[in-house]
Each structure stands twice: as structure tokens, then as C-alpha cells.
């Protein structure tokens, strides 16, 4: 795949390629023939003004003692010639002969002119030396080839540079179309430009842009408005369970199932919460102001965490390279990303295991890897891995699996790329790229 | 101690209601805005909970009217909204506290306690619990004289089991109260189990805890009676 701007300066060339060399094969062709019909104007123009030179001082001044008149100058690039002849018909044409003057044979393109004085009959001969002619075209060719080329590399240079000013806002329409992971970050201003099919383009864009937020905006208000129905009778339930389960005389068979009960409602509790964190997340409900260091959170959830590692004799530990203060953010929800991330790779790791943190900075951008030597992910489920309700895993452990789509909502709303790399048996490291000003 | 609950959703009342009766509060129930500010303008309550999502009455209105009406009563606000910003305007708004539906009512509980305790600046007495002392004023557990080391964490669970004695607590409650209800992924985590068992093993290095049960298939219960038995 080419870019457009490739391919016009490629087209571009080419075609003044092909040109130059056409010209240049027809250019000796087109060089003759200019240059006979020059000659050829040149010869009748020596004739007139021979034939008016003698109507002036008459013919007998030419005609000597052999009955011929010749003139050459010097170099034998041109003559004249004038001899009395008897033939019949009259001539009047330019042809192409070879003369042997001085024993050397030089071309000549001549032209032959019959005419009547006295009723004797003279034919006059004006030559040039088409020595003479190729040696012009030679000079011609001398000059105009570089000239030629240098015409090519200068329209080529102004022509490239001109399409890619013409072709600058299609440029500007590729970079708004980069790394929008919500249509609601669509920049709409309009791109500035003069060309109607990228006007068109845009506005297309833009109209298309606006439709999808607006229905992303409408799926996102129906989850919190459902989500926040739902809480109602979940309210509603978990208070009553929890009146029967205060009962003194509740029997504990009956306590053990009231308690499972709740233990179902929360589960359903979770994954609304969930549900309506995401889509509060998604329409911009919480506010990015907060500065804080990463190194601080990841040792809280560190040491939130590690009772739970200990365990599960699994051995959690942070590594430290570099810190990074990260503004514009809203603490909580790294918080919450962070820690579904470490608390996933804990829950997949078995006992004996690590899962580390490392915070580094290892070119502009700063890098938190967590990995773990779990169970790896096979290539499937690594592509499921952040989808919201993924077809869960029997083997996938506890949790809503929720968590992980949670954390990737964040990370989209905090502008940080997440890569995964695992292999199977091996293990799984979770990366979060900052993106370069944070 | 008085209190007003405004809630439209009728069950939700009855439940709350008759929790806090049992805890020997007296009850008021409300289910929409005019009734609340009526009931306002008449009695003199000591808390009112104030869910902010009524269907006739903007919630922070009436919570500014309240305000003006019974200004010695603490409010304490239910949503299910739970969006940040409907939390700080009814803290501004001089709102004692900010609960999220759905709740534990345990946890309601503790959080009426808590303002009470604030507002009539009631020193907490130090609880005997078996060999050790919590002094809640401190925040320290002692335990023949030497102050038993505990993280943050485990310190707010223990007293927070105390505050409750005589009720089984289960995870999720002893959870949210915790760590808040932001990381929801876990409703079957042993997250607490571990705490609990650190906390005994912390504990027991200094003195035996048979105050501090496990409630088989429900949760935890700290039982101060059981000592006088």
C-alpha cells in the first residue's frame, strides 16, 4: 500500500520520464526537419538575391570563357554555380547529392533553377553543406538536454511540494481519525481547506462521528438509567435479608441460606456497580484533576494485596526503577485499574508463584508492567480478555471478569495503551504506557 | 433518637424503619417530598435520612429547607445516584453524611452512631474484650499493658466488629465498610477470611480471642457477653 502523495509524485516522474524520452527520440527527427526547412528558405533567398544581382548588372559578368560560373567559400559550406545548359524542361527543385570537390566528397543539399536569358538557358545551383546542419542540431542537442532536465527536477520538486499543500488537509482528516477510542473524542472543528471533496470528506466524517456518539451517549444513558433502576429492589432485597438474618431466633440452617442469598444479591450488586462504573467512565462523569505518583499507589495496593498474596503463597513484590507524577487523572479509578490488574494476576497464579510490579522509564513514555508465572493465556482468550461479558473460562477463577474490562475503560479514558504478552505455562505481563506528557 | 427517613420506596422504608426500631430508635417514615417537608415543618427529628431521588421534590430543595426548619437534625443522604457531584453538593449543602444504595444496614447504623458521636462529642469508653482493652479514642488495642501492633486496616475491622458486637457481620458488609464499594469485582473473594486470619494470629500471640467467632457459612461476630457467662 502507497500513500496518495506517493503515488502522485510517483505518476508524476514517470510520465516526465516518458515525455523526455519520447522527445528525445523524435527530437533528431523534428531537428531535421526544422533545420532543412531553414536551409531550404536560405537557398531561395540566395537565389532572389543572385537572380536580382544579375537582373541589375546583367549575366555576362559570371559567364567566362568555359561557359560556367562557380563560387565556393572557402570552407566548401556553401556555393553557387551558374552554367549554360540546353536541355529542355525547366527545374526548379531542392535535392540531396554528393559533389566531389578537390577530391573530397562532401553532401550537399542544393537547389537547381533553370532559367532563360537571350534564349540561352542557364541553370543556376545554390548548395550548402549539410556538414554544416548536423553540427547545429549537435549544439542544439547540447543545450537543450540539460536544459530539459533541469526543467524536470524543478516541476517535479514544484509539483510534489504542491500536492502535498493540496493534499495537507486529507492529512489533517487521517490524524483526527488516529487513536479515537470514543467517537465522543472526535475533534470536531472543521479541517481548513479549498478542495470541496475534502470539505466533503470532513463534514461526511463529522456527521458520521456525531450519529455514533450520539447513539454511544443513548446505549451509555440506558445502562446508568437500568443500572440505576436495578439498584432500587437490589436496595430493596439486601435490607430485608439482612433484618431476617439479625432475627435472633433465625436458625443457622436458615442463616447459612439467607447469607448465600445475599452472597447472590451482591454478585448482582457487583455487576451493576460495574456496569454503571464503566458507563460513568465512558460519558465523562468523573472529573481528571488529581496529581499524584504512581510509585504511591502501587505500593498501597501492594500492601492492600499481599495478606491475600501471602496466602495464597504467592510472592508479590513492586521493583522500582523509575516514578512518575501523574496529573490530570482521577486517583480512585487508577487506583481501581491497578488493582483489578494485580488482584487478576494473583487470582491466576498459582501457589508458589510471583506476580511483580515494575514501574520503569525506559524511553519517553513511562511503563508500568505487572506479570505473573500463571497459567498463561491462550490466543483466544487473550482477544477476549478486556471484553465486557466474555464467555467465561471454567477454569477462569472467581470475580464478575468484569474487572479487567473495567481496567482497560479506565486506561481509554486516561489516554494509557495497555499491551498484554503471555505465553502459556509461562506466564502473563500486563504493560500500561503512559502516553508522553502525563 | 428521633428519627426521619424519606424514601419513596416504600419497602425500603419499612426495612429501614424497622432496623433502627429494633436498635431502640424511634421511626418516622416519609415516602415523598411534601409529606417530608410537612413532617418537617411539625417535629423536631433528630435524623433525617434523605433519599435524593424523590420523584416529586428536588432532593437537595428539600434538604435546604430541612436545613432551615430543623436545624439542630443531622441528615444523613441515601442515593442511588451515587455520582460524584450530587455527593459534594449535598455535603455542601451541610449534609452530615453520604450513604450509596444499596446499603448494609449495619452500616447505616454505624455511620448514625458515628455523627451522633461528633456532634454531641461523646467520648467513646474503652471496651474490655477478653485480655485486651480497645481504646477507642486512640484507636489502640492493648493488651496487659503493651499495645498490640496492628496495620490500619485490621485495627478499622476489629473495631469495627466491636462497635457491632453481638452481630454477625458478613464479608461483603465487613468489606464495604473497609474498602469502600469502588473495587466490586470480588463478591466471593476470601479477602476478608485472610484479614481475620492474620488478625488472630496477630491477636493470639498476646492472648487467647474466643470473643472473636466465626459464624459458620454467614461471617464474623464479636461476642463481649460471652466472658460474663
Known amino acids: 500500500m502507497l500513500r496518495l502523495q506517493t503515488k502522485l509524485s510517483l505518476f508524476n516522474l514517470i510520465s516526465k520520464l516518458i515525455f523526455t524520452a519520447l522527445f528525445l527520440v523524435f527530437m533528431p527527427y523534428i531537428m531535421e526537419r526544422i533545420n532543412l526547412r531553414q536551409v531550404d528558405e536560405d537557398l531561395i533567398q540566395k537565389r532572389e538575391q543572385f537572380i536580382s544581382l544579375i537582373s541589375d548588372i546583367g549575366i555576362e559578368p559570371f559567364i567566362t570563357s568555359d561557359s560556367s560560373f562557380g563560387s565556393f567559400n572557402i570552407i566548401k559550406e556553401e556555393f553557387i554555380s551558374l552554367e549554360m545548359t540546353s536541355v529542355d524542361e ?84 487521517k490524524k483526527k481519525l488516529k487513536r479515537i477510542p470514543d467517537p465522543s473524542l472526535f475533534d470536531r472543528r472543521p479541517v481548513i481547506t479549498s478542495t470541496s471533496d475534502f470539505r466533503r470528506l470532513d463534514d461526511a466524517l463529522c456527521e458520521v462521528m456525531e450519529n455514533l456518539n450520539n447513539m454511544f451517549q443513548k446505549e451509555k444513558d440506558i445502562t446508568v438509567n437500568i443500572s440505576h433502576e436495578l439498584m432500587t429492589p437490589i436496595s430493596v432485597l439486601r435490607s430485608k435479608l439482612e433484618n431476617l438474618m439479625m432475627k435472633d431466633e433465625t436458625d443457622p440452617e436458615v442463616s447459612s441460606k439467607i447469607e448465600d442469598s445475599l452472597r447472590t444479591l451482591h454478585r448482582l450488586q457487583s455487576l451493576v456497580n460495574s456496569l454503571l462504573l464503566i458507563a460513568r467512565i465512558e460519558s465523562n462523569q468523573y ?152 | 433518637m428521633n428519627v426521619l427517613i424519606v424514601e419513596d420506596e416504600k419497602s425500603l422504608a419499612r426495612e429501614i424503619a424497622e432496623f433502627l426500631k429494633s436498635e431502640k430508635f424511634l421511626c418516622d417514615i416519609a415516602n415523598t417530598g411534601t409529606e417530608a417537608s410537612e413532617k418537617i415543618a411539625i417535629n423536631l427529628y433528630d435524623f433525617v435520612l434523605l433519599d435524593l431521588g424523590l420523584p416529586d421534590y428536588n432532593g437537595l430543595d428539600l434538604l435546604k429547607e430541612a436545613k432551615e426548619l430543623n436545624s439542630e437534625a443531622s441528615f444523613i443522604i441515601l442515593t442511588a ?61 492493648m493488651c496487659m499493658g503493651k499495645e498490640v501492633e496492628l496495620t490500619r486496616k485490621e485495627y478499622d475491622l476489629l473495631s469495627y466488629l466491636v462497635l457491632n458486637s453481638g452481630k454477625v457481620l458478613n464479608r461483603q458488609q465487613l468489606y464495604e465498610h473497609i474498602w469502600g464499594n469502588i473495587l466490586d469485582d470480588q463478591y466471593d473473594s476470601n479477602f476478608i477470611d485472610v484479614h481475620i486470619k492474620n488478625l488472630r494470629k496477630k491477636l493470639n500471640l498476646h492472648a487467647p480471642t474466643p470473643w472473636l467467632e466465626t459464624v459458620r457459612g454467614v461471617g464474623y461476630r464479636v461476642n463481649t457477653m460471652q466472658e460474663e457467662d
Open chain 2, 81 to 141: 445516584r451515587g455520582a460524584v457531584e450530587d455527593k459534594v453538593r449535598g455535603l455542601d449543602l451541610g449534609a452530615d453524611d453520604y450513604l450509596a444504595k444499596p446499603f448494609a444496614l449495619i452500616e447505616l447504623l454505624s455511620r448514625i452512631n458515628a455523627v451522633a458521636r461528633r456532634k454531641f462529642n461523646i467520648t467513646s469508653p474503652d471496651i474490655v474484650l477478653g485480655d485486651f482493652t480497645m481504646q477507642v479514642q486512640a484507636r489502640r488495642l
Open chain 1, 90 to 173: 525547366d527545374f526548379n527543385f531542392i535535392e540531396e547529392t554528393v559533389r566531389d570537390i578537390d577530391n573530397e566528397e562532401i553532401e550537399y543539399r542544393v537547389l537547381n533553377y533553370t532559367f532563360e536569358i537571350d534564349g540561352q538557358k542557364y541553370l543556376l545551383e545554390v548548395g550548402r553543406s549539410l556538414a554544416s546542419i548536423d553540427r547545429t542540431e549537435r549544439n542544439i542537442i547540447r543545450v537543450i538536454i540539460p536544459f530539459l532536465f533541469l526543467i524536470i527536477i524543478i516541476t517535479f520538486l514544484t509539483d510534489t511540494q504542491y500536492t502535498r499543500y493540496i493534499l495537507l488537509p486529507l492529512e489533517k482528516i
Open chain 1, 287 to 438: 472529573l481528571k484533576e488529581e496529581s499524584f505518583k504512581i510509585r504511591e499507589i502501587i505500593d498501597e495496593i501492594i500492601s492492600e494485596l499481599s495478606p491475600v498474596a501471602e496466602d495464597a503463597s504467592i510472592d508479590l513484590s513492586g521493583n522500582y526503577e523509575s516514578d512518575c507524577i501523574f496529573s490530570k487523572a482521577n486517583r480512585s479509578l487508577i487506583f481501581s485499574m491497578f488493582y483489578n490488574v494485580v488482584n487478576n494476576a494473583i487470582k491466576n497464579t498459582p501457589a508458589g508463584g510471583k506476580v511483580t510490579v515494575s514501574c520503569s522509564h525506559p524511553n519517553d513514555r513511562f511503563i508500568v508492567t505487572i506479570s505473573d508465572t500463571g497459567k498463561g493465556l491462550t490466543s483466544e482468550q487473550k482477544q477476549n480478555l478486556f471484553s465486557r461479558f466474555r464467555a467465561r473460562d471454567k477454569n477462569s477463577g472467581e470475580g464478575t471478569g468484569i474487572g479487567l474490562a473495567i481496567a482497560k475503560t479506565i486506561a481509554d479514558f486516561h489516554n494509557i495503551e495497555i499491551k498484554v504478552e503471555s505465553e502459556i505455562e509461562k506466564g502473563t505481563t500486563f504493560s500500561f504506557i503512559f502516553s508522553e506528557n502525563s
